[in-house]
Structure formats: C-alpha cells, structure tokens
C-alpha cells in the first residue's frame, strides 16, 4: 500500500478552519502539494480528497457497494426529511426505483413544452433593465419545476408562497457554516425559526396538491406520476414519502440548474465570439421560431456551450460518500468510516485533462484527444448508481431557458462586476451576485446579435 500524503494536524482543526475560511483555496493548494489521494483530518475524521478520474470512477461506480452517504449531506435531513438525496441503503433503493418512473426518457420530454411555456411568459425584461442574473435564473428554473411537479394545480398565491419559502432554505444552505458550527436547528434561533417556517409553509402546499391529486384524480404531472409508482409488491409512497420526495425535487432540482445557467449567460457575456456562434446556430436552425425538444440535436453548439459552463462552474462542486468497510483506492488504504470527497471543482480545471483549463473554450470538446477523456474527469452529476436522477432533465431544461433567452436578449455585464464563487451546498455567486443590462434583440435573432437593438426603455 502506499502511504497517503496530507497536510499535518493531530486533531485536524486547523485543517477545518481553513477549510471553512476558503474551502477551495484549501482544496487547490492540498491537490497541487500532496496529488490523486490525499488524506486530511478534520475534527478527527479522516477525509480523502479523491483527484484522479479513474479512482473516482472506482469508488462511485465498481466499489459503489461499500460507499454510503456522506456525512455532511446530514445537514439537508431537517428540510428534505428522508428523500431520495438523503436516505440510504434499502430505503434509498427502493425510493430510487419509484422515482425512476417519473425520469424516463418519455417523461422527461413530455415536460419539455411546459419548460419552453414557462420562460416564454415569465420572461418580461425590458430595455436597459439592469437585472440579477442569478435571481432571475433560480426563479424561473423553480417556475418550471413547481409547474412540471404540480401541473397547473398551483395558483397565483402558492406559486408566491413556495418561492419565498424555498428562497429561505436557499439563503439558510447557502449561509450554513460547517455542520460543526451550526447551531442545531431544533434551537430557536431568528434564522432556524425562519427555516422552520419556510419548510411548514412548503409543507402545507405539498401535502394540500398531493390530497387533492389523490381525491380529484391524476393528471400527467410529475406528483401524479409518483402517487401512481408502485414497488414490486404493489406498494406505492405513503404521503410523508412523497412530500420528502417532492420537497427533495425542489430543492436539488432547482438552483443547480439556475446556476448552471446563470455561470454559463456569465461566459457568454465575457466571450463575443461564442455569443455570435451560438446565435448563428439558433439563426440557422430556428429561423426566429420557438424552440422544441426536437430541435435539440440539432443545436451542438447550444449544448457544448452550456457542458464548458458546467466544467468551469460545476453547480455541485464536490460530491461525497462514506466509506462502509476499509476500502483500497488507486493503490491507497482508506478505512472504514472515512469520509471520501470528490471535487469537481478540482478536476474539471486539471490541465492534465483540459489544456489551458481557465479558458471558456466550447469547441475544446470536439477536440479529438477529447476521446479518450477518462470518463470521470468530467461528472457534474456525480456517478454510479448515485448519478443525479434529474441529469436529463436538467440538460433539457438549461438548454431550452438559455437558447429562448439568447434568441430574446443580449445580456451586458455591468462594467465594475467580476464572478466570484462562495462554494456552500452548491456553487454559487459570492454576495450580492452577478448585474446584467437587458438589451432586448430585435424579433429574430441577426446574425450580428452582439450588436444589441436599440429599443427605447419601457414604462
Ligand atoms: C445542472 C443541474 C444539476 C446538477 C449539476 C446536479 C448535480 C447532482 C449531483 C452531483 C448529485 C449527486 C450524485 C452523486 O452523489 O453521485 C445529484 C443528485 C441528485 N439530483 Fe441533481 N443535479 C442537477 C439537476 C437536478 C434536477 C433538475 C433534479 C430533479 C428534477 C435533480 C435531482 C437530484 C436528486 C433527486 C439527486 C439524488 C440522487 C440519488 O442519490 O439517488 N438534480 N445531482
């Protein structure tokens, strides 16, 4: 065995404070220092910070048996109760096939017009507006999933209700220091009574949609789809299971995907050239019309774009897991009750697989050594049995939004801002986030779209 290198520390505190004070500053200076395997205590827990695509694969794909939960996904159980993101073992299992019914390939492109339907009418920028981008992404990403989760059950007040409410959870995960620090969340402080007001007032949506899909009858929404899923013995989701299911779905299938966007719309803005592209495939294909799920293949660029946005700013910067037994890696003894981090953050920038690895470069895909990428060197989703269960939809859904606003809109970057990241649940804008300047295009998008329409500011 060879024996794992890491930065020192009896007890491991130093290693936390650090850690928490910039967590991927530490990541990136322990990955340069010590290389694929390293071994950081923290608190007396041993993690593994996993660097090497191969060993990746190994341990969430061929040793995917004995590796559980990580312990920091703990931190979600209060809001998400035992959904698919945080249960495990058979629970998990079983949850994972019943949820697989509402995700095939069918399904997912059965909510592709109520993805196109929702950014048609919720988009309502006007000229020279200067607007959040990321507020506005997380908004109508969780638009869409209220809509391909409820159907049009929802009216006008819930819709408010769930968004301010899920817009607390946000706010209360991304602001939560290290599980160490946090004060727990049965302590009535001003922000857990917040959190727990937020989850009540989700709750009582959730369960009031679920009862009433129950009594009138099922439609070909994602909640009916669950209500309707049976395991093997006939039995379906009690209600508590199927409100952590939609609750999770919410939550996980939302902001990852307003991020996504967000940091990609970013990119665009820095690199003309790959707006001008972008717009002549949109041009050439959709000719000024609306976008279908069938026009999808047809738009590589669109898709490469938003694949080089989530290798420069993976919405799930690291994805963990606990080792169950003692476990070798790549030569490396991890023991049991280790915990195991893969960074994305990490390995999506490693130059021995992305030459020049800042570089916003969509056609670094096509590149052919790109062939032979080793298959975890690029896992925004995460892997294995494990994967993310909204992978496609998620690819549809950014897709759909960005290629519909970019036909729309040229989005400026106000001149004083610059992306800087605040990795907490997930990877996002620090502070007040991103600024953009709304340039409305004229009706279809021209082949010199950067060059912005002057249109007169809306009263
Ligand atoms: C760009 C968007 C997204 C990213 C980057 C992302 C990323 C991830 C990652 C890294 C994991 C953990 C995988 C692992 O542990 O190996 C995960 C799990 C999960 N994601 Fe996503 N996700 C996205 C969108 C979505 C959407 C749209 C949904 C639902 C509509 C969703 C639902 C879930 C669920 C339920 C899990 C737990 C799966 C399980 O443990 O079985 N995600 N996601």
Same mark, same amino acid.
């Given at each position: 065995m060879i024996p794992t290198p890491g930065p020192p520390g009896r007890f491991g505190l130093r290693n936390l404070v650090r850690f928490s004070s910039d967590s991927l500053g530490f990541l990136r200076r322990n990955t340069d220092e010590y290389g694929d395997v390293v071994r950081i205590k923290v608190l007396n827990t041993d993690f593994y910070l996993i660097n090497h695509p191969d060993h990746i694969e190994e341990a969430l794909v061929r040793k995917a048996k004995v590796m559980g939960r990580d312990a920091y996904i703990e931190i979600l159980v209060y809001t998400l109760g035992l959904g698919l993101l945080t249960s495990d073992g058979d629970l998990w299992k079983r949850q994972r096939k019943l949820m697989a019914q509402a995700f095939t390939p069918r399904r997912i492109r059965s909510y592709a017009d109520t993805m196109v339907d929702v950014v048609q009418s919720e988009l309502h920028w006007r000229a020279d507006e200067v607007i959040n981008i990321h507020d506005e992404m997380s908004r109508l990403t969780m638009e869409v999933v209220a809509r391909v989760l409820f159907g049009t059950g929802l009216d006008a007040r819930d819709i408010e209700r769930v968004h301010t409410a899920m817009e607390t959870i946000n706010e209360y995960y991304a602001n939560s220091p290290e599980a160490v620090f946090r004060v727990p969340t049965q302590v009535p402080t001003p922000r857990n009574i917040r959190l727990r007001r937020a989850v009540q007032q989700i709750d009582e949506v959730v369960y009031r949609m679920i009862a009433r899909k129950r009594a009138e009858g099922l439609g070909d929404d994602l909640l009916s789809t669950l209500i309707a899923a049976c395991?093997?013995?006939?039995?379906?989701?009690?209600?508590?299971?199927?409100?952590?299911?939609?609750?999770?779905?919410?939550?996980?299938?939302?902001?990852?995907?307003?991020?996504?966007?967000?940091?990609?719309?970013?990119?665009?803005? %820095?690199?003309?050239?790959?707006?001008?592209?972008?717009?002549?495939?949109?041009?050439?294909?959709?000719?000024?019309?609306?976008?279908?799920?069938?026009?999808? %293949?047809?738009?590589?660029?669109?898709?490469?774009?938003? %694949?080089?946005?989530?290798?420069?700013?993976?919405?799930?910067?690291?994805?963990?897991?606990?080792?169950?037994?003692?476990?070798?890696?790549?030569?490396?003894?991890?023991? %049991?009750?280790?915990?195991?981090?893969?960074?994305?953050?990490?390995v999506h920038r490693d130059p021995r697989y992305y030459p020049n690895p800042e570089a916003f470069d969509p056609d670094r895909w096509l590149a052919p050594e790109m062939k032979s990428l080793p298959r975890y060197a690029f896992f925004p989703f995460g892997g294995g049995p494990r994967v993310c269960i909204g992978n496609h939809f998620a690819t549809m859904e950014a897709t759909l939004l960005l290629v519909t606003i970019m036909q729309r809109y040229h989005l400026e970057l106000l001149p004083e801002q610059r992306l800087e990241v605040a990795p907490s649940v997930t990877l996002r804008p620090k502070g007040p986030g991103l600024k953009m300047r709304v340039r409305p295009r004229p009706a279809r998008a021209s082949r010199n779209a950067t060059e912005p329409a002057r249109v007169s500011r809306a009263s």
């Open positions: 395991d093997d013995g006939g039995q379906g989701m009690t209600d508590q299971q199927l409100r952590d299911e939609a609750v999770t779905l919410f939550l996980a299938g939302h902001e990852t995907t307003a991020l996504n966007l967000a940091h990609t719309i970013y990119l665009i803005s %820095k690199y003309p050239e790959v707006e001008r592209t972008l717009l002549a495939e949109l041009d050439g294909v959709l000719d000024g019309r609306s976008v279908t799920q069938d026009d999808l %293949k047809q738009l590589p660029y669109a898709d490469r774009v938003l %694949k080089e946005g989530l290798r420069l700013y993976p919405p799930a910067w690291t994805t963990g897991r606990a080792a169950l037994e003692d476990v070798e890696l790549g030569g490396h003894q991890i023991p %049991k009750g280790a915990q195991l981090l893969f960074s994305q953050w990490i």
